[in-house]
């Protein structure tokens, strides 16, 4: 007989599937609002620059009568359009190298599935973007971690670190470029490295590139679609979310010259039917936006990070790096644990009723103990919070004792 108290038992899937270190904060600052404390939200990577025009009109405008599935790859219109967006971008590809995917995050979860079996292994230099490890557990894949260090504004680390963790098992190199958290632009001279080392251990190279427009101070950024001789080993992972500031549309993709990896990413999204119809109108037309809105965006962004890396570098006892894309930075805080340091910032300190939630750097690292000092900032905010944040914490760490 069962007894009333018996329950049918989770996975050791879903047990070891890590919390989003990004978001367990939130009751926090959920509790915070209540007592009526303002909270500055440097934890998350939710612009809050507007989407442009002409993807929201594009829905608006629509007078479709059935919201019906789309193909599984994506609309053939739009894959065509983004190959020619591509195209613009010094990318030579065409609407069969690309497949459609919700979001970027779906792109990485079938690149895994299609590319790894259970056991396999994944070298990322950390830190890095903290849901991979989430993919890695659902696809029973291992990560594999080269740190790659603050005082060198987390460049790659030398090509020597990765090749003495290849393993019969490894099967790719994932790199995040530019990257968050760091926001590190990799040189082209760093992504050429890489693709040495993809040809000669016959791995796939893939790389996340969802933050390719943010390359400041003049930098530009080098895929690894550029890459001759690269065509069976690299995989890109784009997004709309951050480029258009649409996160919510929920549609990325997957692009590779690989016809196999292709096909084989295809299956996985057969199975999962189509990515979202209305959100695929919405990512086409936002190819049309103009260039003014991305030079203004860049503008915002430059101005933002440059005010936010002064402030913090006046801090005493805090370091930081100067990243150089994306819209993230570590720094590193005089305290033993980020992590329980933020959780303090929200449950027990406020400076005239206002406080910043931040996200603690550990889940961004798969090396135990590392980044417990840091956290990821952010600049998602406009300057005058910014300042207004950083000015919290400035206070916070004079009055916090850990
Ligand atoms: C590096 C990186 N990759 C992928 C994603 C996933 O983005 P989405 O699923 O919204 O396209 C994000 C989101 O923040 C990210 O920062």
Known sequence: MLKSDQMPSISNKGKSMPQSP??????????????????????????DIKTPEVALNAVKNNDLEILAYSRSEGSEEYRAKIAQYYLKNNINVSAQDIIVTTGGSEALLFTFGS?????????????????????????????????????????LPPIEEFEKLITPRTKAILICNPGNPTGYLYSKEEVQELAGIVKKHDLFLIADEVYREFAYDGAKHYSVMEES???????????????????????????????????????????????????????????????????EVIDEYVERRNTLIEELQKIE??????????????????????????????????????????????????????????????????????????????????????
Not at 246 to 264: P, Y
Not at 276 to 282: L, R, S, V, W
């Open 22 to 47: 990004i978001r367990k904060l939130v009751p926090y600052a959920e509790d915070a609002k209540k007592r009526g404390v303002e909270v500055f939200h440097l934890n998350i990577g939710q612009p």
């Open 229 to 295: 001789g690269l065509e069976n080993h690299a995989i890109m992972i784009d997004s709309v979310s951050k480029r258009y500031s649409m996160c919510g549309a929920r549609i990325g993709c997957i692009v590779s010259k690989n016809k196999d990896v292709i096909q084989t990413a295809l299956k996985f999204a057969q199975a999962r039917l189509s990515p979202p119809t209305y959100a695929q109108i919405a990512s086409e037309a936002a190819l049309e936006t103009p260039q003014s809105y991305f030079d």
């Open 115 to 155: 590319i790894m079996d259970v056991g396999d292994e994944v070298i990322i230099p950390e830190p890095f973007y903290a849901n991979y490890n989430g993919f890695s557990i659902a696809s029973g894949v291992k990560v594999v971690p080269v740190i790659s260090k603050i005082e060198n504004n987390f460049a």
């Open 317 to 402: 006892g805090v370091k930081v790096a100067k990243p150089n894309g994306a819209f993230y930075c570590i720094a590193e805080l005089p305290v033993k644990s980020s992590d329980e340091f933020a959780q303090w910032l929200l449950e027990e300190f406020n400076l005239n009723n206002q406080t910043i939630m931040v996200a603690p750097a550990a889940g961004f690292y798969s090396t135990p103990g590392v980044g417990a000092n840091q956290i990821r900032i952010a600049y998602v905010l406009n300057k005058e919070s910014l300042i207004k944040a950083v000015s919290i914490l400035k206070e916070a760490l004079k009055v916090y004792n850990d």
